[in-house]
């Protein structure tokens, strides 16, 4: 079966087929198309099995990516399934939005010469066989266990570890302050980037599996974090980051000046047929208006390219450093640029103008310096070199922080991390607070999903270990009571 390896010489790295621009310039569906099962196997093939997978290295959940593209270029595919969940509770939602090029991908050993493995589109295609042909189902466990747990946030960390938790056999209610589960997954990010089903049909066999969600369940608010905390035997906190970075500067109060989060939920509240009234006022549609959004990270791109899709006049990025230096992916700001969006590098706002409503930003121009304490390039501005962009909309895309989590829980024994983020036991996750856990954005800041997945994994893997103890020390205890 080797010869069926190893063809990185003689097959050419292929992503599946991507629809072309102007089509998918016009709607929010996904922008690749599926493999189909020959260019499936035929790139899985390409892969040359190295003695040290670097891709797994790099892979945030060390999947065992060599064999699962073994398994497929042999035809092995629910094999390769197998492989694939074994370590990934989502590998569907990694393939279609991980940044490859910075993680797997980019490290292939056959990378420089020839063009990494796709590895992403395998996993994709490998799940995607495996819903079609039925092998995904929801959690059966071998036997019911009394305790339960609560989970707060239903994003990818909070719904990793009910999924583990529950197929482990434990009674699972995971509460969320929105009306539907998912958390960015569902009002973050794109379908362009991932349909909404895809999230929906876990959550569905999630529920069939035997997890309760509460929606519309803010707690802290709803409920207490401390009656929460009295109804479970424990609980794992997995709430994210939203607190939006924001920058002051003339012209800041004008009309017409959004944040890159509300701006994208409105639009994937739009996309699910919800009612959005700041939408539907024009106010958050970029429809024939002069975009500029300010940011390039990940939520900057998917600014960018939903106000391509809502038939923006004209769409740039304002971002401070240079292309090289983007923190978002790579390849989303390939996609970008594919679709019209119009890049100023090195380029900082110095004041938003306009008489009431935004209609200009006022911008500086600036250079890149030697790296700073945290390796990053420090940047100047240059003077006298300031320009004006028309702008209908102005999106704020600066990134996120933490939340006052012990306020809002009314907890001030909950311990934080000099970033604000929750301190957890990096064995367990275990926070300050005897059997209260965390994982995803809200212990790492804000990240990517793949690591959401990992720490709640790694977070249901503490959880039961902490009640298999309790367990085992009340049974003592009684033991030692007759
Ligand atoms: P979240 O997904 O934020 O979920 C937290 C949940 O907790 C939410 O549903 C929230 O409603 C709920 N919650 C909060 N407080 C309470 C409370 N008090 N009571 C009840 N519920 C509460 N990552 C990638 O890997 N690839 C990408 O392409 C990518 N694109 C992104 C695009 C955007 C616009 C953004 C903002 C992020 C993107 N990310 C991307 C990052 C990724 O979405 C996050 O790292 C990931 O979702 C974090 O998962 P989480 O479960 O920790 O938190
Ligand atoms: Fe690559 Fe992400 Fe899949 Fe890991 S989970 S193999 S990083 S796509
Ligand atoms: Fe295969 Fe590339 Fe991983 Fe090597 S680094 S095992 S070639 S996918």
């Known amino acids: 079966m080797v010869e069926k390896l190893l063809k990185f010489v003689s097959v050419e790295r292929h992503t599946p087929e991507k629809r072309a621009v102007a089509e998918r310039r016009d709607d ?7 493999f189909d099962p020959d260019n499936g196997a035929e790139q899985a093939a390409r892969c040359s099995q190295c003695g040290i997978p670097f891709c797994q290295v790099h892979c945030p959940l060390h999947n065992n990516i060599p064999d699962w593209l073994m398994l497929t270029a042999q035809g092995r595919l629910e ?6 969940a074994a370590t990934n509770t ?3 939602v990694c393939g279609r939005i991980c940044p490859q090029d910075r993680l797997c991908e980019g490290n292939c050993v056959i990378e420089k010469g020839f063009g990494g493995v796709t590895i992403g589109a395998v996993e994709n295609y490998i799940v995607e066989t495996a819903f079609e042909r039925g092998w995904i189902k929801p959690a059966r466990p071998r036997r019911e266990l009394a305790s339960s747990v609560g989970i707060v946030g239903g994003g990818p960390a909070g719904l990793a570890a009910a999924d583990r938790l529950r197929r482990m056999g434990y009674q699972v209610a995971l509460y969320d302050r929105y009306d539907r589960i998912g958390g960015l997954l569902i009002y973050g990010i794109p379908n362009f980037k991932l349909d909404k089903f895809v999230v929906e049909r876990r959550v569905a066999l999630l529920e069939e599996g035997g997890v ?9 608010r709803r409920e207490s974090f401390e009656s929460l905390r009295a109804r479970h035997d424990a609980l794992l906190i997995a709430t994210g980051v939203y607190d939006a970075r924001d920058m002051t500067m003339p012209g800041s109060g004008l009309a017409n000046i959004a944040q890159g989060l509300d701006y994208l939920i409105a639009s994937n509240r739009k996309g699910l047929g919800d009612r959005v009234p700041a939408f539907d006022s024009g106010a958050l549609d970029a429809r024939d208006k002069h975009v500029v959004v300010i940011g390039g990270g990940d939520t900057g791109m998917d600014c960018v390219r939903t106000a391509v899709r809502q038939g923006a006049g004209s769409v740039t990025c304002l971002y401070r450093r240079d292309r090289d230096n983007m923190p978002g992916s790579r390849r989303e700001v390939s996609h970008a640029m594919e679709e019209g969006v119009h890049f100023e590098w090195l380029a900082a706002p110095e004041a938003l103008l306009g008489d009431g409503v935004v209609d200009r930003v006022k911008a500086l121009r600036m250079r890149l310096g ?9 940047i100047r501005p240059i003077a006298e070199s300031s320009f004006t962009l028309p702008c209908d909309l102005a999106i704020k895309a600066l990134g996120f922080d933490p939340e006052d989590l012990p306020a809002a829980f009314d907890s001030p024994t909950l311990k934080l991390t000099r970033h604000g983020t929750l301190k957890v036991a990096s064995h367990s996750m275990m926070t300050s607070l005897d059997g209260v856990f965390a994982a995803g954005d809200i212990t790492r800041g804000a990240d990517l999903v793949v690591w959401a997945i990992k720490e709640g994994r790694d977070a249901a893997d503490g959880i039961d270990a902490y009640l298999r103890g309790k367990t085992a020390n009340r049974g003592a205890a009684m033991a030692a009571a007759e």
């Open 79 to 84: 094999e390769a399934y197998e492989v694939v």
């Open 90 to 92: 989502f590998p569907e």
């Open 212 to 220: 309760v969600f509460h929606k519309d369940f803010e707690v802290g």
């Open 28 to 34: 929010f569906g996904e922008i690749y198309r599926d």
């Open 370 to 378: 030697a790296p700073a304490t945290d390796g990053r390039q420090s």
